[in-house]
């Protein structure tokens, strides 16, 4: 119940930019909202969660403590959206396409995303 408050309070100043996190030990991809993309602390979905819902400018990870933390990933939104090495999408960046799942992220993006962004449309990637 506490985080579907989190979720309308943080509906109602999406004006203003947005993520939510959790500090469970355990997460899973099932705690993904519709209309949300999430990072994991851990593989597979689990550990701590960020879930993101405003699109059109990049959010820095560092703002939330989850800087080079991000191990898994749900795009479970209908726009694309990118995660990017560098804090305001400084390269390289990786594409996110609507519905995508990393269980586990590929190749160095392990451990290495400081900043994501989810666009308005699905045309970026």
């Not at 820095?60 to 991000?70: I, K, M, S």
């Not at 209908?78 to 804090?87: M, Q, S, T, V």
Request: hydrophobic letters at 40%; one cysteine or more.
């Amino acid at each position: 119940m506490r985080l579907r408050t989190l979720i309308a309070v943080c509906a109602a100043v999406a004006s203003i930019g947005c993520a939510i996190f959790a500090t469970q030990a355990s997460a899973n991809f099932s705690e993904c909202p519709s209309g949300w993309l999430c990072l994991w602390q851990n593989e597979l979905g689990t550990g701590r969660i960020l879930q993101f819902h405003d699109s059109g400018s990049w959010q820095n990870l560092t703002e939330y403590g989850f800087n080079d933390q991000a191990s898994s990933a749900w795009n479970h939104t209908n726009k694309d959206a990118k995660l990017a090495w560098d804090i305001n999408g400084g390269e390289p960046t990786r594409c996110l396409q609507p519905g995508e799942v990393l269980e586990v992220m590929p190749g160095n993006w392990n451990n290495n995303a400081s900043s994501i962004r989810i666009f308005t449309t699905a045309t970026v990637c």
